[in-house]
């Protein structure tokens, strides 16, 4: 069964998490479980997310799901425009809801870096660390 796309491809914000997120050694691009998906040898990045139990909702549609540091993690979620999200909460995972408040597109950045270490292989990791 093929899921609907649940972004579009004209999406302001898409296109800055975009463009922060291939910037990363060896990141590319997916469409998986209709969102875009931003992985090296595992995902780091998710643009659009769900909360349990409100799967058929559109209000995450604009927002950028990381995995960042545990302590990062907690006091994002300190915040009201970040999320648990569904399926990828558990493991740690956090949403940015860029309807919520304009996003701070350095903070975003961060976080997609942050996300990249915590996933990317260790080669990759270095790579990125070589560039200053």
């Known amino acids: 069964m093929t899921h609907p796309l649940r972004f579009d491809e004209d999406d302001p914000f898409l296109a800055r998490v975009r463009e922060l997120a291939l910037a990363l050694p060896g990141a590319a691009e997916k469409v998986s479980h209709g969102h ?13 997310g769900v909360v349990k139990g409100g799967h058929a909702s559109d209000a995450y549609r604009q927002s950028v799901l990381v995995k960042p540091d545990e302590d990062e993690r907690l006091a994002l979620l300190e915040e009201t425009r970040c999320f648990v999200p569904g399926y990828y909460g558990p493991s740690g995972w956090v949403g940015v809801n ?35």
């Open 36 to 48: 875009p998906n931003f992985f090296t040898t595992k995902v780091f990045a998710i643009y659009g």
């Open 98 to 132: 860029f309807r919520a408040a304009q996003p701070d597109w350095a903070e975003i950045g961060e976080l997609l870096d942050m996300s990249f270490r915590n996933t990317a292989p260790q080669r990759l990791v270095r790579e990125l660390d070589a560039r200053g």
